[in-house]
C-alpha cells in the first residue's frame, strides 16, 4: 500500500519540486555517510600508525598496535545498540529525527578524540577515555548507515530505488578521499608530524562537517513513505518483536549480507593498512596515497554500480560483488605482499576503489526492500549493525593475530578469510525476499 501511496504523492510533486527534495536528501544522506567513513579512515589510520605510541605503551610495539586495533573493536561494540535503539525509534518517530540525533552524536565524538591528552600525559586514563567515546560514538555510528538507507530509498521512485539507495555509498567514499588526503597532506613532511601532534587536526576539523550536515539534514522533509503509512496505518509498539514474528528471514539476510561485506570491506580499508605500516615498513604517506586513488575512483564508480542496480537488480549486483571479491583474495594479498608502492595502489585501487562499491552500492536498496515501512528502520539497523559488530569489529584484528602468529607472517589464513565472507554474502544474497515488500525487483 505504502508503494501506491508513495507513488501518488511524487507524482502530485511537480518536477520542480520533486527535484528539489531529492537534492536535499541526497546532500543529507550523503554528508552523514562522508562523516562517518571520514572517521571510520581517520581511526583505522591513526590506530595502525600512531594510537600505539601516543595511547598505550611504546615499549612493546606489535603489542601496542594490537591495543589500538582493539580499541578499534570495542567502538563497533556499541554498533549494534546503537542501531536496535535509534531504529526503533525511526520507526517510532520518523526517519528525520535520527539522522540528525546519530550525526550529533558520531560528530561530536570525533572532535572530541582529537582532544584527548595522550599516554605520557595522561597514562592509564587516556586509552580509557578514548574507549568512552569510541563507544558513545559507536552509538551514532550504529544508526547512521541504516537512516541514510532506508531515507534514501523511501524517498525515491520505484525505478529509482538502486541509483538513490547508492547515496550513502557515495558518502563513504567521499568520506574516504577527504579523510586519506587530508592524511596524506599531513604526512608529507613525515610521520614525525603527525606523532608530534599533527593527528588531531583531522579529528578536531571534523566539527566544520557537523556544523554544516545539521544546517542540511534539518532542512530534508520526512519520507513520503512514513509519513503516509503513519496516518494510514497503525504502528507496532515493538518494531522488532513484529520483525521476528513476520520477517526473520529477511532480518537474517540482512545479517549475513552485512557480515561477509563488512569481512571483506574492512579488510581492504583497515586491515591492509595495519599490515602495511606494521609487516612491510610502509610509511604512511604512501598507504594514505593508495586510499586516496581508491576512493577516487569510488566516487565515479559507485554512481554507475546503483545504475545498474535500477537496471539489473541490487540482487544481481551484490552477487557479482561477492564473487568478484573471491576470485580477487589471493591477487590482493599477494599485491601487498610485494611492499612495491605501484602493486599496493593496485591492489587497493580495485579492491576499495570497485569492488568494496560493487557490494555496498546495492545495499540501500537491497537491504531496505527486506522489510515493510513500518519495521525497516529497526530491520536494517538492527540486522546489520549486529553483522557489522561481529565481523568488522572483529575481523581486522582477527586477522592482524594470524599474521602475527603464523611462520613468517604468512597471510594464506587472511586469503581464507575473504573467501569464506564472499561465499557468506552470496549465499545471503540469493535468499533475498524483498519481492515480499515491494512491486519493484530493486
Known amino acids: 500500500m505504502s508503494t501506491i501511496i508513495n507513488t501518488a504523492q511524487q507524482v502530485a510533486e511537480s518536477p520542480s519540486e520533486q527535484k528539489a527534495r531529492l537534492r536535499k536528501v541526497a546532500a543529507a544522506t550523503i554528508v552523514g555517510s562522508m562523516l562517518e567513513w571520514y572517521d571510520f579512515y581517520l581511526y583505522a589510520t591513526m590506530a595502525s600508525i600512531v594510537f600505539a605510541k601516543i595511547f598505550f605503551d611504546p615499549g612493546n610495539p606489535q603489542n601496542a598496535t594490537l591495543l589500538a586495533f582493539s580499541t578499534f573493536a570495542i567502538g563497533f561494540i556499541a554498533r549494534p545498540f546503537g542501531g536496535i535503539l535509534f531504529g526503533h525509534l525511526g520507526d517510532k518517530f520518523g526517519r528525520k529525527r535520527m539522522l540528525v540525533v546519530t550525526f550529533c552524536l558520531m560528530g561530536i565524538c570525533t572532535t572530541l578524540i582529537g582532544l584527548i591528552p595522550d599516554y605520557a600525559t595522561w597514562g592509564i586514563w587516556a586509552p580509557v577515555l578514548l574507549v568512552v567515546i569510541r563507544i558513545i560514538q559507536g552509538l551514532g555510528a550504529g544508526a547512521e548507515l541504516a537512516a541514510a538507507a532506508v531515507t534514501s530509498y523511501e524517498h525515491a521512485s520505484e525505478d529509482k530505488r538502486g541509483s538513490q539507495g547508492a547515496w550513502p555509498a557515495l558518502g563513504l567514499n567521499l568520506g574516504l578521499l577527504l579523510s586519506s588526503l587530508t592524511v ?9 608530524f603527525l606523532l608530534a601532534g599533527g593527528w588531531r587536526i583531522p579529528f578536531i576539523f571534523s566539527i566544520v562537517l557537523v556544523g554544516v550536515g545539521l544546517w542540511v539534514r534539518n532542512s530534508i522533509p520526512e519520507t513520503p513513505d512514513y509519513q503516509e503509512v503513519r496516518e494510514h496505518e497503525p504502528l507496532p509498539k515493538l518494531p522488532l518483536l513484529e520483525i521476528f514474528r513476520n520477517d526473520l528471514k529477511g532480518l537474517l539476510v540482512v545479517f549475513f549480507v ?11 580499508k583497515a586491515f591492509s593498512l595495519a599490515y ?4 612491510k615498513g610502509v610509511s604512511a604517506n604512501i598507504t594514505s596515497l593508495s586510499v586516496t586513488i581508491a576512493s577516487s ?10 545504475h545498474l542496480c535500477d537496471k539489473w537488480s541490487s540482487k544481481s549486483v551484490l552477487i557479482a560483488g561477492g564473487l568478484l571479491s573471491a576470485i580477487f583474495a589471493y591477487p590482493f ?6 611492499g612495491v608502492n605501484s602493486w599496493i595502489y593496485i591492489a587497493l585501487g580495485v579492491g576499495t576503489g570497485l569492488l568494496a562499491p560493487l557490494m555496498f552500492a546495492p545495499q540501500g536498496s537491497f537491504l531496505s526492500r527486506q ?10 539497523g538492527s540486522g546489520r549493525e549486529v553483522g557489522t ?3 568488522a569489529g572483529l575481523i581486522p584484528l582477527w586477522a592482524l593475530s594470524l599474521v602475527s602468529t603464523s611462520p613468517g607472517h604468512s597471510t594464506e589464513g587472511v586469503v581464507i578469510i ?13 535468499c533475498d525476499q524483498g519481492g515480499k515488500h515491494s512491486l519493484s525487483r530493486n
Open 184 to 192: 596524506y597532506l599531513l604526512t608529507l613532511p613525515g610521520d614525525e
Open 258 to 268: 552485512a557480515i561477509g561485506y563488512n569481512a571483506l570491506s574492512y579488510i581492504f
Open 276 to 279: 602495511l605500516t606494521q609487516y
Open 297 to 306: 575512483i569510488a566516487i565515479f564508480a559507485v554512481p554507475l554500480f546503483g
Open 333 to 338: 594479498m599477494s599485491l601487498l605482499d610485494t
Open 371 to 380: 522489510f515493510p515501512t513500518v519495521t525497516r528502520s529497526s530491520g536494517v
Open 389 to 391: 559488530a561481529l565481523s
Open 418 to 430: 575473504m573467501v569464506v565472507a564472499a561465499l557468506i554474502l552470496i549465499v545471503a544474497a540469493c
